[in-house]
T-cell receptor
Framework: EAQVTQNPRYLITVTGKKLTVTCSQNMNHEYMSWYRQDPGLGLRQIYYSMNVEVTDKGDVPEGYKVSRKEKRNFPLILESPSPNQTSLYFC?????????????FGPGTRLTVL | TQLLEQSPQFLSIQEGENLTVYCNSSSVFSSLQWYRQEPGEGPVLLVTVVTGGEVKKLKRLTFQFGDARKDSSLHITAAQPGDTGLYLCAGGYGNKLVFGAGTILRVKS
């Protein structure tokens, strides 16, 4: 089944404790991205990747890191999480970098930073 | 500041009523997409429009892209409880997809 998977689905952590949220897609998509969703603000892009080893900042990159060593994986790293990073996170992929392509979203990761 | 403004933010209607959701911007977008999101899930694409003035129909849903490619609307005819969800518009802006804040639709039976 074609899908985007994220792990973990739920995470409660404390300020400053490094964490990684994994994202994997099995559709051989070139474009992958991370979003955070907050009430009243919609989805805001954190980082995106046009292909392996190619990443770029989205609209809200501060406090986050990403890497794209393989085509299928695009982990999101929070080196020192803070409470303002409490949010619902979505990974997405599309076949190429055209914004007219269908974005396939993962099921989301709900992160709480205490 | 939201690049894409969606209105209304909330909509609660009775089954069988019609409704329209709007997505407006001062920027020109290369494409405009509408997504629907249910609780606990990621957004799912409903439609993509790329040409100014384009109209697309998907059963009871009609999507329109403004002539200047700065705005879009989603019209639902005879809404049903199954239409309940969060509706998001998203505009293609360079290498990014910019989302509106969303419209929460609740259809009561």
């Amino acid at each position: 089944e074609a899908q985007v998977t994220q792990n973990p689905r739920y995470l409660i952590t404390v300020t400053g404790k490094k964490l990684t949220v994994t994202c994997s897609q099995n559709m051989n998509h070139e474009y992958m991205s991370w979003y955070r969703q907050d009430p009243g603000l919609g989805l805001r892009q954190i980082y995106y990747s046009m292909n392996v080893e190619v990443t770029d900042k989205g609209d809200v990159p501060e406090g986050y890191k990403v890497s794209r060593k393989e085509k299928r994986n695009f982990p999101l790293i929070l080196e020192s999480p803070s409470p303002n990073q409490t949010s619902l996170y979505f990974c997405a992929s599309s076949i190429q970098g055209s914004m007219a392509d269908t974005q396939y979203f993962g099921p989301g990761t709900r992160l709480t930073v205490l | 500041t939201q690049l894409l403004e969606q209105s209304p933010q909330f909509l609660s209607i009775q089954e069988g009523e019609n409704l329209t959701v709007y997505c407006n911007s001062s920027s020109v977008f290369s494409s405009l997409q509408w997504y629907r999101q249910e609780p606990g899930e990621g957004p799912v694409l409903l439609v993509t429009v790329v040409t100014g003035g384009e109209v697309k129909k998907l059963k009871r849903l009609t999507f329109q892209f403004g002539d200047a490619r700065k705005d879009s609307s989603l019209h639902i005819t005879a809404a049903q409880p199954g239409d309940t969800g969060l509706y998001l518009c998203a505009g293609g802006y360079g290498n990014k997809l910019v989302f509106g804040a969303g419209t929460i639709l609740r259809v009561k039976s």
